[in-house]
């Protein structure tokens, strides 16, 4: 299929309120994420999911939903408080006592990096990498180390720390039985613009735009990503999911009017967390994706994303910045010519 309507703000277009009547009418019907969960796919006790931004809206659905199919579950999050919430709420639900937090601030590469060591030190496998957290049209800021806060976190935080995962990944996938990376976009990706000269918007600064390149450049990272996993033949793959457009707290820093409209009509025009959190959850378990990467997934199907985002020099070339922004190797070179 084609790319989706260009979607910006709260208000969706024709075919997405069309989608989201129907949405809201199989929910009324009982035919929502909680009983699909359970009913359509399969319960995977031996298998180990980390969630970043599992406190929250998506990604707490999400987390809820792969603990209700006995995964266990790492929550990674920065709000210790609420994260333990989290957990406590979910192993009350799911009837799963295998629910944990990690600290882990996406915003410092330093936290990162003694999440991945935490993970680590407890010699467990990592099937299912979900990443999910973000912030949304913040004002300016930076983070811990000087990089626009959309870029860092958003996008940065999690190129770093999937890379970091990759290698407990690879020994954890076997052919036939893949690992799974499943990284949070946007449909914002396809407005957005991929600045190479200024990534960090330094020149100049539109909280919209800034978020909408961070979820473009998930998409890049992402196809790049399985690119370098398939030359490899490695037992891993990526892919993109698309939540739709969702009621959640990722809002609370768009002007007063739009949160208004927000708040009247989010019965109507938002999917619930639950419903955003289903192509994540998805995803993660299907036998239908065994194997297959590299795809940008929307309410459970394949479609295309922006034009720019299959364009192999942009992919190699984000690639190689991000590399060099997190202090890791770039294996490009090495992967492709040998």
Request: glycine share 10%; aromatic share 8%; with cysteine.
């Amino acid at each position: 299929g084609g790319a989706r309507p260009v979607l910006w703000g709260p208000l969706p277009a024709g075919s997405r309120l069309r989608a989201a009547a129907r949405n809201t009418a199989a929910h009324s019907a009982g035919l929502g994420v909680g009983t699909r969960s359970s009913s359509v796919l399969a319960p995977q006790p031996d298998r180990v999911a980390v969630v970043t931004g599992g406190t929250d809206g998506i990604g707490y659905a999400t987390a809820r939903h792969l603990a209700r199919l006995g995964m266990r579950v790492i929550i990674a999050g920065n709000n210790a408080g609420k994260a333990q919430e989290a957990v406590r709420q979910i192993q009350e639900e799911t009837l799963n006592d295998k629910v944990e937090f990690l600290y882990c601030d996406l915003a410092s590469l330093k936290s990162i990096q003694q999440f991945v060591q935490m993970f680590k030190k407890k010699k467990i496998p990592l099937h299912v990498l979900v990443n999910n957290a973000g912030v949304m049209m913040v004002p300016q800021r930076r983070t811990r180390d000087g990089f626009e806060e959309h870029f860092g976190l958003n996008y940065l935080g999690h190129f770093l720390l999937t890379n970091l995962l990759l290698d407990t990944m690879k020994e954890s996938g076997s052919p036939g039985c893949c690992a799974r990376v499943l990284t949070v976009s946007s449909a914002t990706h396809y407005i957005a613009e991929l600045d190479m000269d200024d990534l960090q918007g330094s020149r100049s600064y539109s909280p919209h735009g800034a978020y909408a390149q961070s979820k473009l450049a998930l998409v890049l990272f992402t196809y790049h990503l399985q690119r370098l996993l398939a030359a490899q033949g490695s037992p891993v793959t990526a892919n993109v999911v698309d939540p739709g457009v969702v009621n959640t707290d990722l809002y609370r820093h768009v002007f007063w009017g739009t949160r208004l409209i927000k708040k009247l009509f989010s019965w109507w025009f938002f999917k619930t967390p639950d419903e955003g959190a289903w192509t994540s959850v998805y995803a993660a378990v299907t036998p239908d994706l065994e194997g297959i990467g590299g795809r940008y997934l929307y309410n459970e199907k394949e479609t295309k994303s922006l034009a720019i985002t299959y364009d192999l020099d942009l992919q190699r070339e984000l690639w190689a910045r991000s590399c060099q922004m997190t202090g890791i190797t770039d294996v490009t070179q090495d992967t492709f010519s040998g």
